[in-house]
């Protein structure tokens, strides 16, 4: 099936007892066993089936089979954050003593998490700017056990040459992880440009309408844990916290993917709420359309503020002045998602009026609602940052960041219009 027709119909025929339509909400903790040996095979992964909503939930399971055959991968978990997919699929593989080699271009809470928690729990990150491919290959080493990057930064608005950073990854022996929320597999299917793992925050595009927070790791099935065994002997070796499974054994391709669900997620709790779950499938079956028209809506915006007197710059990989535009036909396909970032002219405070005078368009750091949305990175979401930290970040002090919405252009435009006359005022 094609991607429109996934995000409405794949994981789910009509409920065998009531045959209804929708996918149900399991609003249940616990699911019976038929007897004592049905749960202790259940307990086994022996046959699959259901125990515990912190675990696994037959809403939850729905989201996730959409998401595994969007993304085109083998398995998928849901959970209660972006950031808890994050950080649950870095913590499959990689504990304390470990590294990750990630982009400096990152959502301002990632880099919290890497820079900050992960550091204090002793899994080093190290950080390279995107394009440069050499510095990334040279901070490789024996302890290094994923590459992390972002499709299209978030808000740098840069698009990551996927397929050069799997291939270094692949060269050293390890997975590339790819944060997919800015593209979504509307515009990206990382797995197609070689990347092993995708996360993805559900909370902006996917739930689409800012109303629901939820996060998600998909897996390809692609890298070869048994072949880099030494590297990764915690999916080949015997897990004393799942009465010793041997992941790569009893899952095969999926080992990963499992591991996450039955560790990560089942030792440490940050499930998906059912009734989540179901907020976001709802947004997820009209993920195609309202990308089209966040597209669009965006081009108009940025080509808007291209030619605009007080704007001095604009950074949209879809403009074909953008330095980022070669890799986003590639990656992308020329399509950028809805986040314009610009600078106006006089700084920061002009920045602050143009917030101030904003009448439609939302004050707040959220991306991906349906409603158009604008903040300013270096007072909010990226505040805790250095002025070293937000220039490798890609923010500078007077930028703005609208998350263009799926409203009529008109509207969006005059509202940014007016704004930008109060901003020099
Ligand atoms: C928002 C966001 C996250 C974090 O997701 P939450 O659902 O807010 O935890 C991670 N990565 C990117 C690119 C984001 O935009």
Redo the contacts with the bound molecule.
Sequence with gaps: MKPETIALHAGYESEATTKAATTPIYQTTSFTFDNTQHGADLFNLAVPGNLYSRIMNPTNAVLEQRLTELEGGVGALAVG???AA?RYAIETIAEAGNNVVSTSQL?G??YNLFAHTFRRQGIEVRFADADDFDTVASLIDDNTRALFC?SIG?PAGNVVDIQRWADIAHQAGVPLIV?N??ATPMLCRVFDHGADIAVH????YIGGHGTT???AIVDSGKFDWVKHAERFAVLNTPDPSYHGVVYTEALGEAAFIGRCRVVPLRNTGAALAATSAFQIMQGLETLGLRMERHCENATAVAEYLNQHPAVEWVNYAALPDSPHHAVCQRICGGKAAGIVSFGIKGGMQAGAKFIDALQLILRLVN?GDAKSLACHPASTTHRQLNPEELASAGVSEEMVRISVGIEHIDDILEDIAQALEASQA
């Design positions: 954050s972006g950031m994050i959502y809470g990632t972002e978030n944060d929320t800015v925050s559900l909370t902006k927070v939820g996060g991306i």
